[in-house]
Nanobody, 119 residues
C-alpha cells in the first residue's frame, strides 16, 4: 500500500508565497516521476509541474518563473515553492507520483490541499 500525504496549503494574499510538500510512504521500490496538478472549481485538473528522478523539470506556462518544483529522493518527497501568487492560482493542488513495487509501476495521487489566494 502506498500513500501520498500533502501539506502546506492555506490562505495567502496575492503576491505572497507558499510551499507545498508531498511525502510518499509504504511499499516503495523506487519513485520515478513526481508532479503537482491543480483543479479550480468547475475546471479540469491541469498540470502545474513535474520532476524526474534525475531532477529534470517541466512547468506549465502559467507558473514559469514563479513556481519551483524540487524533490528529496532520500525522503521520497516532492516540494512546490510558489512565489508571486495570483488569485488565478487558487485551486486544490494534488501531488502525483509514479511508484514502482516490486516490478510494477503504478500512478498514485494525494488527497489534495487547498490553496486560496486573496486579491
Amino acid at each position: 500500500q502506498v500513500q501520498l500525504v500533502e501539506s502546506g496549503g492555506g490562505l495567502v494574499q496575492a503576491g505572497g508565497s507558499l510551499r507545498l510538500s508531498c511525502a510518499a510512504s509504504g511499499s516503495i521500490f523506487s519513485v520515478n516521476n513526481m508532479g503537482w496538478y491543480r483543479q479550480a472549481p468547475g475546471k479540469q485538473r491541469d498540470l502545474v509541474a513535474t520532476i524526474t528522478s534525475g531532477g529534470g523539470t517541466n512547468y506549465a506556462d502559467s507558473v514559469k518563473g514563479r513556481f519551483t518544483i524540487s524533490r528529496d529522493n532520500a525522503k521520497n518527497t516532492v516540494y512546490l515553492q510558489m512565489n508571486s501568487l495570483k488569485a488565478d492560482d487558487t485551486a486544490v493542488y494534488y501531488c502525483n507520483a509514479n511508484i514502482e513495487w516490486p516490478t510494477v509501476t503504478r500512478r498514485y495521487w494525494g488527497q489534495g490541499t487547498q490553496v486560496t489566494v486573496s486579491s
